[in-house]
């Protein structure tokens, strides 16, 4: 679940942001409509994160094409500016596409031309994202006992205080 939430939060983010340009997700088809903004799958991998959760690290290279390619460069300035501006968050959607009033924190953002292609630009997106590990349940304490002082020793310490 968690995995599709931020891919599709980052998809219609970046659709919105760029002015919505044609969308591809799998090959781009030798007549694709300009302007277009490519979705390959992201590369992923993962590390160790803390003790009870480890990180699903994304690097996804988003792709946008132009007639020319000042105009792919500046759509994908579009989203980098609004990132920044947002603080590298995305807002988090559901699966109706309705924002959840939470976000997830992107790192910096980078853009650049692609080498040797005309009209294409790439907007460079990584994350990480935490994930608890599935340890074995442990029995919980039910019992919060936080009354670390004698009765005697509270009012012994009470009537010093008092008499201050």
Known sequence: MQLEQE?????????IQAGNPSPYYDET????LVPAAYFPPPEISSRGDTLLT?????VWFIKFFHSDTPSA???????????????NVIPLI?????????????????LKRIDGASGAAQLTLSWDSPRPYHD??????MVYD???YSRAAFEAATRQIGGL
């Open 54 to 58: 480890y990180a699903i690290s994304y």
């Open 146 to 148: 936080l009354n670390i």
């Open 73 to 87: 460069y500046a759509l994908g300035l579009s989203v980098l500016t609004a990132l920044q501006s947002g603080r």
């Open 29 to 32: 088809p030798k007549d694709f």
């Open 7 to 15: 891919i599709a939060s980052t998809i219609k983010y970046t659709l």
């Open 136 to 141: 074995e349940p442990t029995q919980k304490m």
């Open 94 to 110: 559901n699966v109706d596409g309705n924002y959840t009033g939470r976000g997830f924190r992107l790192k910096d953002p980078s």
